[in-house]
């Protein structure tokens, strides 16, 4: 007799809900680590600066000194960070 098909394939189970759980619960704390960066937020500011410049009644020169400090401290924190991890 030749076993059938159904007893040949190897089957694979689907994901558990305790495992798409765990994996959800993974990936949100993840967003919530990046959201607390100090130099994401650098960014989002100095965006929202060089965006809104004009309707916020800055003038371009304290535009342009605004965007300069974040974009130094967005770097220099990137820097200080690899240096910490050890990247050479």
Not at 20 to 45: H, N, Q
Not at 52 to 68: E, H, I, K, P, S
Request: net charge positive; aromatic share 4%.
């Amino acid at each position: 007799m030749i076993p059938s098909r159904r007893h040949r394939t190897i089957s694979m189970s689907p994901p558990t809900r305790v495992g798409r759980t765990i994996e959800l619960y993974l990936k949100r704390k993840a967003m919530i680590e990046k959201l607390k960066s100090r130099k994401l937020w650098a960014a989002i500011v100095g965006s929202i600066v060089i965006a809104l410049g004009d309707q916020l009644g800055l003038d371009a020169d304290t535009v342009q000194w605004v965007a300069t400090i974040l974009t130094g401290y967005v770097v220099g924190q990137g820097i200080a960070d690899a240096g910490a991890q050890g990247v050479q």
